[in-house]
C-alpha cells in the first residue's frame, strides 16, 4: 500500500489520475530535495572556501582585537610613563635620570609595539596564504 499526500492509504489500481499526478509530483519534489542536499554535501570544493572564508573571519576579528589591545597597552604604558617620571622642572637634579628612565620606558614600549606588529604581519602574511 502507498500513502497518498494527503495522507489516505489506498490501492494504487483505486487512484484516479489527478492523484496520480499529484502523487508523482509530490515525490519529484522531495526526491529534487533530497538530490540538492546530497550534492551540497557532495560539493567538497564549495565547503572548503566557505569554511576557509570563517577562518578567515576570525583571523581578522583577532588581529583588530589584538591591534586594539597594542594600541590600549600602548596608551596605558605612555600614561604611567607621564605619570611615574620625575618632571625636569620641579627636579633639577633628576632631568638627567628622568630622561635615562624615560628613555628606557620607551625603549619597551617601542620593543613591544614592534612585537605586536610583528605578530599582527605574521597572522596576515598567513591569511594570504
Known amino acids: 500500500m502507498t500513502t497518498s499526500p494527503q495522507g489516505s492509504s489506498r490501492d494504487p489500481s483505486a487512484l484516479s489520475a489527478d492523484e496520480l499526478r499529484t502523487q508523482i509530483q509530490h515525490t519529484r519534489d522531495e526526491l529534487g530535495d533530497t538530490v540538492e542536499a546530497l550534492a551540497a554535501k557532495a560539493d567538497v570544493k564549495s565547503r572548503a572556501k566557505e569554511t576557509a572564508a570563517g ?75
Open 55 to 129: 577562518v578567515k573571519d576570525q583571523v581578522g576579528l583577532k588581529a583588530t582585537r589584538a591591534k586594539e589591545q597594542v594600541a590600549a597597552t600602548a596608551h596605558a604604558l605612555g600614561d604611567t610613563i607621564r605619570d611615574k617620571a620625575p618632571h625636569p622642572r620641579h627636579e633639577p637634579h633628576a632631568a638627567h635620570a628622568a630622561r635615562d628612565t624615560n628613555t628606557k620606558l620607551l625603549a619597551g614600549a617601542g620593543a613591544g609595539v614592534a612585537v605586536a606588529l610583528a605578530l599582527l604581519m605574521l597572522v596576515k602574511h598567513r591569511r594570504r596564504r
